[in-house]
């Protein structure tokens, strides 16, 4: 019985000074998705869908490509040009898909900071100022916010469910917003409304212009696919004749298909760039 009561009185003391023996460490909040396809998935608008998913698709794309172009052409060449292309099908999509939804939300931001400082002016806390979004907000963005409402209601912690506000937007603009609306939740300050009202007159600004140089180069664009498709339409035409299929299965045939794949991607990233303004960094992402 005393070393029943010794071993009592020693966990006590010990439970007493744990906290000073082991002091609690602060558990850093990170994201959920990391790595390039999953920054990828996120600016899509796919922020919940597995990364694992967007390369099983290009391994079956990439085989059902090449398996058409190999009973097409019966090329070999051809065959794994085109196994390539479907297998990076996905990311290119998920690339234009994103820059697409960039675009059409490229005007929404202003609308979302105006917002904000009306809420809090009127007095509303940070959380019930971005919750109130998912009734008041632009309707494209409405399910991002109402996701946000419903994970604060949950946990009450305000830095996480911003940081999957974040990764769920996928927008280096809405990046910019929420690290602003998180300092200011954590350090406090009287400047947001002044720093939101600056914000939204610049991705104003910044919109205004991207609009006007996207519609006086979007012929660049246009002439830049027109330009690569059409030479291996040509190519597809000749390999549906015996002598076609004789003269590109020879060496000196592979040899103009890959010089020609090669030219075909150099020359429209070159026209891509040279119609089509650099897209913001999510530096905060």
């Not at 071993?7 to 082991?22: C, D, E, I, K, N």
């Not at 060449?77 to 099908?89: F, H, S, T, W």
């Not at 007095?123 to 009734?135: E, F, Q």
Request: net charge positive; glycine share 8%; charged share 15%.
């Amino acid at each position: 019985m005393t070393v029943l009561w010794g071993v009592v009185l020693a966990a006590g003391l010990l439970l007493t000074l744990s906290p000073w023996l082991w002091p609690p460490r602060p558990v850093a909040v990170r994201p959920e998705r990391a790595g390039p396809i999953g920054r990828l998935l996120e600016e899509s608008g796919y922020a919940h869908a597995p990364v694992g998913r967007v390369p099983a698709i290009g391994a079956l794309l990439g085989a059902l490509a090449g398996a058409a172009a190999w009973l097409a052409t019966s090329l070999a060449v051809v065959a794994m040009l085109a196994l390539l292309a479907g297998a990076a099908a996905p990311v290119v999509w998920l690339r234009a898909r994103a820059r697409r939804l960039r675009r059409s939300r490229r005007a929404l931001w202003a609308d979302v900071c105006d917002l904000l400082i009306s809420s809090v002016r009127a007095g509303s806390s940070l959380p019930d100022a971005v919750s109130a979004l998912a009734a008041n907000g632009p309707p494209a963005l409405r399910p991002a916010f109402a996701g946000f409402a419903s994970d604060v209601a949950a946990s009450g912690h305000f830095d996480s469910a911003a940081l999957r506000l974040k990764a769920a937007l996928g927008d280096p603009v809405a990046d910019r917003i929420v690290e602003t609306l998180r300092m200011a939740r954590q350090v406090g300050g009287t400047e947001l409304t002044g720093v939101l009202r600056a914000l939204s007159a610049s991705v104003r600004a910044d919109a205004a212009v991207r609009a006007e140089v996207d519609a006086r180069q979007s012929w660049i664009r246009g002439a830049a696919v027109v330009g690569v498709v059409a030479p291996w339409i040509v190519l597809l035409l000749l390999s549906l004749r015996p002598e076609g299929v004789a003269a590109y299965s020879s060496p000196e045939g592979v040899v103009v298909v890959l010089a020609g794949a090669a030219a075909s991607v150099v020359a429209f990233r070159v026209m891509l760039w040279l119609g089509r303004l650099p897209e913001p960094q999510r530096w905060f992402s």
